[in-house]
Nanobody
């Protein structure tokens, strides 16, 4: 079992920045892809950003150029730097790791609210 603990959410004005952190209970991020998802009220959960073990990153179009995913292997932590936030970024953000390509682990979620 991998435990994921997220932090860094909060309330911010449009145009502001937040950095989300996700710390794993073991070295899961060293050997497996990691992702950030979000879910807004009444909407399906969507993949926001992902990173592979080789450092390849991918983003949903709506956040390209504003968000950046990164990992610190020594700290077992994955980050999501979010800049120029917009009200439509408001959601609960979830950290995810896929172990051995089939086992999904999720964090508890952290609320991000962007006011206009």
């Amino acid at each position: 079992q991998v435990q994921l603990v997220e932090s860094g959410g909060g309330l911010v004005q449009a145009g502001g920045s937040l950095r989300l952190s996700c710390t794993a209970s073991d070295s899961a991020f060293r050997f497996n892809p990691a992702n950030w998802y979000r879910q807004a009220p009444g909407k399906q959960r969507e993949l926001v950003a992902g990173t592979t073990t080789s450092g390849y990153t991918t983003y949903v179009d709506s956040v390209k150029g504003r968000f950046a995913i990164s990992r610190d292997i020594a700290k077992n932590t994955v980050y999501l730097q979010m800049n120029n936030l917009k009200p439509e970024d408001t959601a609960v953000y979830y950290c995810n790791v896929v172990v051995r390509g089939v086992i999904n682990y999720w964090g508890q979620g952290t609320q991000v609210t962007v006011s206009s």
